[in-house]
């Protein structure tokens, strides 16, 4: 059975593309990766495979919106609409990817969602893009379907990645505005589902930020939920802090968020105890594409330990086992 990781957010910006990359890294040595980018801005296309790469994918008519079109004139294949990252090279040979992602597929957005929503008001769109999606081959060419979306703004590419999955990941910062976005998000996507009948899938919270930006919510969420960071310069940075009056007014509210968050979608929420580690080797500078080839490119023994750990149990709410025998952030 082909496995279906959603990455959703309510807010924008907060690492679901980044989450998405991560994941196919890790899993790509033992299993088969797809990435479909659900997201009509193709984020995830152009910051793997670049500008010039994504404007050949659609003039060749290679894309999730070209496919669904075809679909209309007969059956299509998954493979004439798909690219590896070993191909990307023929497309611009400027471009440089991690080799982890050679064997990694990737479906792009394509132009035109506008569109076919548009043509498609009043039916379940999320349905009709899967039964494409399944007669394409993808069950049998992939183990692994990561689908990264768009911030629930435009709820309906959200609802998309969420067709028929029983779980699925949201990646979020620990901030006042994200933790009320996040609830709300919650419970319209429960709501809806329940009014239509189907069952609620479990979300995978994963906080991911630059703790040395938010660093009074790095304490708080570490107090409130138990979830660490391992990272010893920015521990000492926060017991240094002097506590001012706003400082408190911040922890309170964002106590009081955390809590709401995570105790009254009880049944639906699970997180767990790590964030994603912050580093530049994984920011869109340098993964996964390394524009500046650096000949030491290990990341700290802290952040790599992180980043194993909460990999690793991420993937194993979805019953998939990462193999951690190797130095995985080591190219
Ligand atoms: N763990 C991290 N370490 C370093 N940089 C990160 C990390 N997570 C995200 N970033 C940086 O933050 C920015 C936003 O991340 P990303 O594009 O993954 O978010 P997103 O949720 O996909 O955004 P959008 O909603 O626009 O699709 C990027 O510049 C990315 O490089
Ligand atoms: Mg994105």
């Known amino acids: 059975m082909t496995v279906v990781i959603p990455i959703i957010s309510a807010a924008g910006g907060v690492g679901k593309t980044t989450l998405s990359l991560m994941l196919s ?8 990766v797809l990435l479909i980018d659900m997201d009509p801005t193709a984020g995830l296309t152009l910051r793997m495979l670049g500008d010039l ?3 050949r ?4 008519r290679k894309s999730l919106m070209d496919m669904i079109r075809d679909d209309e004139h007969g059956n299509v294949n998954i493979r004439n609409y798909m690219i590896y990252g070993r191909q990307v090279k023929s497309y611009d040979d ?10 990694v597929a990737v479906l792009s957005p394509g132009e035109g969602f506008d569109e076919f929503f548009a043509e498609n008001q009043n039916i379940d769109v999320g349905k009709m893009v899967w039964k494409v999606l399944h007669r ?33 990941v949201v990646v979020l910062r620990p901030t006042l505005t994200d933790t009320n976005r996040t609830n709300t ?8 589902f329940r009014k239509m009948d189907e069952k609620v899938p479990v979300f995978t919270l994963v906080f991911n930020f630059d703790p040395n930006k938010y660093v009074i919510e790095a304490k708080t969420l570490s107090d409130v939920l138990k979830v660490q960071r391992i990272d010893i310069e ?3 940075r926060l017991v240094s802090m002097s506590i001012t009056g706003r400082t408190r007014k911040v922890d309170e509210m964002l106590r009081r968020n955390l809590e709401a968050l995570v ?13 994603l580690p912050h580093n530049v080797r994984f920011s869109d500078e340098s993964f996964p594409q390394d524009n500046h080839v650096i000949a030491d490119r290990r990341i700290s023994d802290n952040d790599r330990a992180v980043l194993q750990v909460t990999l690793s149990n991420l993937v194993n709410r979805f019953g998939i086992k990462l193999n951690l025998g190797y130095d995985i952030l080591t190219v």
């Open 94 to 103: 400027e471009i440089i990817l991690y080799p982890q992602f050679n064997e």
């Open 25 to 32: 890294y890790v899993l790509s040595p033992n299993y088969r």
């Open 136 to 168: 394409s081959g993808i069950d049998g060419l992939f183990d692994v379907v990561i689908v990264d979306t768009a911030p629930f703004f435009d709820k309906r590419y959200t609802l998309i990645a969420l067709y028929d999955v029983t779980r699925a």
């Open 57 to 60: 994918l659609l003039s060749e």
């Open 234 to 236: 920015n521990s000492g």
């Open 263 to 275: 105790k009254l979608n009880n049944s639906v929420i699970d997180y767990f105890n790590y964030v």
């Open 53 to 55: 790469t994504y404007q």
């Open 185 to 192: 998000m919650i419970n319209k996507i429960t709501g809806l």
